[in-house]
């Protein structure tokens, strides 16, 4: 009997749970989910004949070995520091790896042991990163296949809320990790466009941030993401004037985050001390920023608040992480919405062409969300792939060759994941 072997059980394994359940239940596969929250494990699971669930301390070797060493594929969506203990685990224990997670300098250094011991480790299998990797390298080639030669390349991505559940200034709701939201665009952005390099500093990042019309959505705004330029060579894309990738907001988003931003509220560096330190003195520094137009947003996030701030507040990025958490947070029948949009520029011969590919998905509700479908299904479908003997790489990889995306996106069309294009 095959094992999969499963790290983390948040909020984006949920539906990858379920779908290696029914396929577990189907090829007679065991699947053992291991998260530190052993009731949380277990929730995810149910009544599954063919899974399990436990709780280890992921960062004692013993236990996190011995179970590695029993299984015929691992799956890490653990954080990054924790994720590589596994990784490291599974080169030298010969085991294939999948995960969601970028492919960092440390994951590299494993890529001569993973080549020697032909292991695949397969990374940025997720949403974004993943879906996107997928389905932009699928019209990549087509284009060039046909003769094209691609001029501007920009892929824009967002967890939104769903319009019928939108009903707060923000128009926004947590439905992925929310430290993620307090420091995403810390580092600043890099990004291509019409030949020039563009670096923009965190500071203005959300300054007036571009707006895109997406069909059947309406207006959407966008910041570009830390670097776009790395992908430039993955992409071979290289002859391209503009190269961009991006996170996706509604409008209004933008005009409250940057107020946060100025006012150093998401600072993970400087420790605070949180005694007895109300809302509103810990968060005056905003005061200058306040406008007519987000002051609503700010107060609704409870920035102004007499009471105090958590006494276990470590950072400002702490006490802004337990607000996000508390006044953003999904209600048990919301619905989250996951955008993503290409935009290409190409030409074949003297012929200028221009192509839009969208995926709009939303969510059940604030469990089975279209970000936990997102980002979990691809990693399951690739995990089936692998075990059935039909994807037969090894090496370190990202989704961008025909063998990964051509037979993932077939199953993500079936699990109603399917862009529509349209080409002018």
Same mark, same amino acid.
Request: hydrophobic share 40%; aromatic share 8%.
């Given at each position: 009997?095959?094992?999969?072997?499963?790290?983390?059980?948040?909020?984006?394994?949920?539906?990858?749970?379920?779908?290696?359940?029914?396929?577990?239940?189907?090829?007679?596969?065991?699947?053992?989910?291991?998260?530190?929250?052993?009731?949380?494990?277990?929730?995810?699971?149910?009544?599954?004949?063919?899974?399990?669930?436990?709780? $280890? #301390?992921?960062?004692?070797?013993?236990?996190?070995?011995?179970?590695?060493?029993?299984?015929? $594929?691992?799956?890490?969506?653990?954080?990054?520091?924790?994720?590589?203990?596994?990784?490291?685990?599974?080169?030298?224990?010969?085991?294939?790896?999948?995960?969601?997670?970028?492919?960092?300098?440390?994951?590299?250094?494993?890529?001569?042991?993973?080549?020697?011991?032909?292991?695949?480790?397969?990374?940025?299998?997720?949403?974004?990163?993943?879906?996107?990797?997928?389905?932009?390298?699928?019209?990549?080639? %087509?284009?060039?296949? #046909?003769?094209?030669?691609?001029?501007?390349?920009?892929?824009?991505?967002?967890?939104?809320?769903?319009?019928?559940?939108?009903?707060?200034?923000?128009?926004?709701?947590?439905?992925?990790?929310?430290?993620?939201?307090?420091?995403?665009?810390?580092?600043?952005?890099?990004?291509?466009?019409?030949?020039?390099?563009?670096?923009?500093?965190?500071?203005?990042?959300?300054?007036?941030?571009?707006?895109?019309?997406?069909?059947?959505?309406?207006?959407? =705004?966008?910041?570009?993401?830390?670097? =776009?330029?790395?992908?430039?060579?993955? /992409?071979?894309?290289?002859?391209?004037?503009?190269?961009?990738?991006?996170?996706?907001? /509604?409008? =209004?988003?933008?005009?409250?985050?940057?107020?946060?931003? /100025?006012?150093?509220?998401?600072?993970?560096?400087? %420790?605070?001390?949180?005694?007895?330190?109300?809302?509103?003195?810990?968060?005056?520094?905003?005061?200058?920023?306040?406008?007519?137009?987000?002051?609503?947003?700010?107060?609704?996030?409870?920035?102004?608040?007499?009471?105090?701030?958590?006494?276990?507040?470590?950072?400002?990025?702490?006490?802004?992480? /337990?607000?996000?958490?508390?006044?953003?947070?999904?209600?048990? #029948?919301?619905?989250?919405? $996951?955008?993503?949009?290409?935009?290409?520029?190409?030409?074949?011969?003297?012929?200028?062409?221009?192509? %839009? =590919?969208?995926?709009?998905?939303?969510?059940?509700?604030?469990?089975?969300?279209?970000?936990?479908?997102?980002?979990?299904?691809?990693?399951?479908?690739?995990?089936?792939? $692998?075990?059935?003997?039909?994807?037969?790489?090894?090496?370190?990889?990202?989704?961008?060759?025909?063998?990964?995306?051509?037979?993932?996106?077939?199953?993500?069309?079936?699990?109603?994941?399917?862009?529509?294009?349209?080409?002018?």
């Amino acid at each position: 009997m095959k094992k999969v072997l499963l790290f983390g059980a948040g909020k984006s394994a949920t539906c990858l749970i379920g779908y290696l359940i029914n396929e577990s239940d189907q090829n007679n596969w065991e699947l053992l989910v291991v998260d530190g929250n052993l009731d949380l494990a277990k929730s995810k699971i149910g009544n599954a004949s063919h899974a399990t669930a436990i709780s $280890i #301390n992921v960062e004692k070797d013993s236990e996190r070995k011995k179970l590695i060493l029993q299984a015929d $594929i691992v799956i890490s969506l653990l954080p990054p520091s924790l994720h590589f203990l596994v990784a490291q685990d599974c080169a030298e224990m010969k085991k294939n790896l999948l995960t969601a997670s970028y492919v960092d300098d440390k994951i590299k250094t494993l890529e001569p042991l993973i080549k020697e011991n032909g292991l695949l480790f397969l990374c940025e299998m997720g949403l974004d990163p993943g879906i996107d990797h997928m389905s932009a390298m699928e019209l990549i080639h %087509r284009i060039k296949n #046909n003769g094209g030669n691609i001029t501007s390349f920009k892929s824009h991505t967002g967890g939104l809320v769903a319009p019928e559940s939108d009903n707060n200034p923000w128009h926004y709701k947590i439905s992925w990790n929310p430290r993620n939201v307090v420091l995403a665009g810390a580092a600043g952005a890099v990004y291509k466009d019409d030949n020039n390099i563009i670096t923009k500093k965190y500071e203005s990042l959300f300054d007036d941030c571009e707006k895109i019309n997406v069909k059947d959505i309406g207006n959407l =705004s966008y910041y570009p993401n830390r670097d =776009s330029l790395s992908y430039i060579s993955v /992409y071979d894309l290289s002859s391209a004037n503009t190269f961009l990738r991006t996170t996706l907001r /509604y409008p =209004s988003f933008c005009e409250g985050w940057k107020a946060i931003v /100025y006012a150093g509220l998401t600072n993970d560096k400087d %420790r605070i001390d949180a005694k007895n330190i109300s809302f509103k003195k810990w968060s005056a520094a905003i005061e200058p920023f306040v406008t007519q137009e987000n002051k609503e947003q700010l107060q609704f996030l409870g920035l102004f608040a007499d009471s105090v701030i958590p006494a276990s507040s470590k950072t400002s990025a702490d006490v802004l992480q /337990y607000l996000l958490e508390t006044k953003l947070a999904m209600s048990p #029948n919301d619905k989250d919405m $996951i955008v993503m949009l290409h935009e290409f520029e190409y030409e074949i011969g003297q012929n200028k062409h221009s192509l %839009r =590919s969208c995926l709009i998905v939303k969510g059940e509700n604030n469990t089975r969300t279209a970000m936990a479908k997102t980002v979990g299904l691809p990693i399951g479908i690739a995990a089936k792939l $692998i075990l059935l003997g039909k994807i037969k790489l090894t090496g370190l990889h990202i989704p961008i060759l025909p063998e990964i995306y051509e037979p993932v996106l077939h199953e993500l069309k079936a699990n109603q994941i399917e862009f529509e294009e349209e080409l002018n």
